[in-house]
């Protein structure tokens, strides 16, 4: 897959992970940071900060394993030709959104502001009804009794205990 392509496909999480919370970030009037004593503040500032690592260490994998097994990107206009199913698809369905809340989550707690927490509210709602409703349906014409199978063995949101084995 060519750079330019994997380029355009990092614009969808780039924009609800950078573009937006940047533009919500400068239009605020609030100064940002939460009004917590010292050593608290140092904590969100960490557990932020791992958050927004761990989120963008799974976001990055999981568009290679979309460009290297899937041969697609994440981008509804180039989707994955192959069902992904290894590394973090083995634990949970949407490790790419569980990237991404985590990364927005971990803003949330280095930025501090109530419009970044709202932000971060509104993708998880976004998400829990576009997923179900549309890309899942999609999913399963498109896969069939694999995807079922998936489906049926691997959460959606919350990991499982120990890596999915297919069947086949």
Do not use: C, H
Request: charged share 15%.
């Amino acid at each position: 897959m060519t750079w330019s392509r994997q380029l355009r496909a990092l614009a969808v999480p780039g924009t609800v992970t950078v573009l937006v919370p940047a533009l919500l970030l400068l239009g605020g009037s609030v100064r940002p940071g939460w009004a917590l004593p010292g050593v608290w503040q140092a904590l969100a500032l960490a557990v932020g900060a791992a958050f927004v690592l761990a989120g963008l260490t799974l976001v990055v994998r999981t568009v290679r394993l979309f460009a290297t097994e899937g041969k697609g990107t994440l981008a509804p206009w180039d989707p994955p030709q192959r069902m992904v199913v290894r590394g973090p698809y083995r634990y949970v369905r949407n490790p790419m959104i569980s990237g991404v809340m985590a990364i927005l989550l971990g803003e949330v707690l280095l930025f501090g502001t109530l419009s970044m927490l709202v932000w971060f509210g509104v993708f998880v709602v976004v998400n829990a009804t576009y997923i179900p409703l549309y890309e899942e349906r999609s999913l399963s014409r498109r896969f069939g009794e694999d995807y079922a199978d998936y489906r049926r063995a691997v959460p959606r949101w919350l990991p499982r205990p120990t890596p999915w084995q297919p069947a086949r």
